[in-house]
């Protein structure tokens, strides 16, 4: 015992003890308060979130939605010595990321906690299936670039994956060759979701030999001849067209029967000669045109109508001088108003209500040739035409004028057109290509072709053009481009010339009897048929072709056939796997 000890009275000695005791507990003996205990915040510092719906967790319980990078404290503060725990308990969606906890657990000590979050975006990949590919050389791309080479059929994925989010498309960037193929793609384009893109189909196809052949002869009776304009296909299959003097029907295994015919010249309910073939109109009827040639009638045009029962009846007429003055060169096109348009060769293009309701808009006010060519309706509701001759200051020079007019609000009717570009050659009716620009055609004469070569061109609608190809590259070459092109299922344009060709023994012309041509939007030509062929072929193809229901051409010439009255043709361009 020490000295301390045995001089401290033994009464003391509980005394002390139980002081000692309350000093090891570190509480105040007889009811005083706890010493205080220190708290620390729990904090998230985030980076890289684009997506929305992240949620964060700490320790199970205590929840913090995230909406953008920055800093995030939870709600419930931990003391020191506490434990903790940082997770993801949602992720981000909408574009699908994922985020990562680095450090997320430990324990606190004397100082808040900050827990790093790194988000990035989630990519997928994208795969094609081929089907159908015989010949080599298919190669793909994915938005542009990202070029991936076909060698077999089956299912193969792109290198590049894309962000959860983003766009995608797959293209064709060249086609198969040995054997020549055409490939197209289904479902090419869309937005990167949660999962990997594999629906994508490459279909490639074979082209059958290309073939002709006539479906009828007009024999210049009853029957008329010199069929002229296009061809429309009815609701019942029927493919229908118009003669100098008559409106046919005829179906696609060649029977024909003559719809209506016009009252002679010598009548006196002559309104005309036709100039172009039909349009099939919302109301089940057809409507179509003629152009007035004198004769004493007093008559420059008409537009008509047709019923599916074959009855006529003249909706509007244009009175004039004997000679007219103004000749309907062009058919009528339906626009999305439901009005008429067309075009007449005193330069000017009308709105005409089925009823027979006209309003008028001139196109320039002189120094031009006339209108030619019918219209087109591009996407927007913008209506482009061609005037034959350029309308330049002082008067006009070779070559054709574009010219745009904008159906107005309400009515739709037209009231004013103006000329936005120029080119060189003599236009025809216009289309409307998948890229929002707009293909034609037209002559344009030089020593290699005595009634013209022509050219294809691509214009833009603010009037920018383009000659995409020059015919006459060869002794076989068609020349003379007639009608307007027609774009068909595989994408490419096809067209006729009214000269030129092979030359054989059915076609007795030195200049040709007329071709059959493809185009691809680039600009590359293919010859597909040349007229006299056979020695049942027509001469001169006229009008735009048709694709009807069945995937081939139809179409007609002016002259040629068993009695030199014209004919209507079927040129089979079918795919095969």
């Known amino acids: 015992m020490s000295q301390l000890a045995m001089a401290i009275p033994h009464r003391l000695m509980p005394a002390i003890a139980t002081a000692v005791s309350c000093v090891t507990l570190l509480y105040g003996c007889g009811g005083g308060a706890p ?16 997506g929305s719906g992240l949620i964060l967790q700490l320790g199970g319980g205590s929840d913090v939605a995230v909406m953008a990078d920055g800093s995030y404290t939870f709600a419930t503060p931990l003391a020191s ?73 089956g299912t193969v994925t792109f290198a590049a994956s894309i962000d959860s989010g983003a766009t995608y498309a797959v293209s064709v960037e060249t086609q198969p ?17 949660t999962a990997d893109v594999s629906g994508v189909a490459v279909t490639c196809m074979t082209p059958t030999p290309v073939s002709l052949t006539t479906l009828y002869s007009f024999t210049g009776g009853s029957d008329g001849a010199g069929p002229n304009g296009s061809l429309v296909q009815g609701p019942d299959g029927g493919l229908y067209g118009t003669t100098s003097g008559t409106v046919f029907r005829i179906t696609i295994s060649g029977v024909e029967t003559t719809f209506y015919s016009f009252p002679s010249p010598s009548s006196a309910n002559y309104v005309g000669g036709t100039t172009a073939g039909l349009i099939l109109a919302s109301d089940g009827n057809f409507y179509g045109t003629t152009q007035g040639n004198g004769l004493g009638h007093n008559i420059s045009g008409t537009v008509y109508r047709i019923s599916p029962t074959g009855a006529e009846s003249v909706i509007y007429t244009w009175s004039g001088v004997d000679v007219g003055d103004l000749p309907l060169y062009g058919g009528v096109i339906q626009g999305s108003s439901g009005l008429l348009y067309g075009t007449a060769y ?7 209500s089925t009823t027979g309701t006209e309003i ?29 001759g350029q309308c330049v200051s002082g008067g006009n020079v070779t070559g054709f004028s574009l010219f745009k007019a904008v159906p107005g609000s309400g009515t739709g009717a037209v009231t004013t057109a103006e000329i936005i570009g120029n080119l060189p050659g003599g236009g025809y009716p216009l289309i409307e ?21 022509g050219t294809v061109f691509r214009i833009t609608p603010s009037g920018a053009a383009t000659v995409l190809y020059t015919f006459g590259a060869g002794p076989s070459d068609g020349h003379s481009p007639s009608g307007a092109l027609v774009l068909a299922r595989d994408g490419n ?26 185009i691809t939007p680039p600009g590359t030509e293919t010859l597909l048929y040349s007229f006299g062929t056979n020695a049942s072929d027509g001469i001169g193809p006229s009008g ?16 040629g056939g068993t009695a030199n009255a014209g004919t209507v043709f079927k040129l089979v361009i079918g795919t095969t796997p």
């Open 360 to 388: 008028e808009a001139p196109v320039s006010s002189g120094g031009c040739d006339g209108v030619r060519s019918s219209l087109v309706q591009a996407h927007d509701g913008t209506l482009y035409g061609t005037i034959d």
């Open 493 to 518: 344009f096809y067209g006729t010339t009214l000269a030129g060709g092979t030359p054989n023994a059915n076609c007795k012309s030195a200049n040709g009897c007329g071709t059959l041509y493809r």
């Open 346 to 352: 005193g330069s000017s293009v009308f709105s005409l």
């Open 433 to 453: 290509g998948n890229d929002g620009n707009l293909y034609g055609t037209g002559g344009e004469v030089n020593s290699s072709c005595p009634l013209g070569c």
């Open 544 to 559: 735009a072709l048709l694709q009807a229901s069945d995937g081939n051409l139809y179409g007609t010439t002016t002259a």
């Open 35 to 50: 010493a205080a205990q220190n708290t620390y915040t729990v904090n998230a510092r985030v980076s890289g979130l684009s």
């Open 81 to 153: 010595g506490t434990s903790y725990q940082v997770s993801v308990k949602t992720q981000p969606s909408s574009p699908q990321q994922t985020c990562s906890v680095a450090n997320g657990s430990g324990t606190v000590s004397a100082g808040n906690v900050t827990v790093p979050i790194t988000c990035v975006t989630v990519s997928h990949s994208v795969s094609v299936t081929v089907s159908g590919l015989l010949g080599a050389g298919l190669a793909l791309q994915l938005n542009g670039g990202n070029k991936l080479l076909i060698t077999a059929n």
């Open 177 to 193: 060759t040995l054997p020549v193929q055409t490939c197209s793609v289904t479902n090419d384009s869309g937005t990167i979701g």
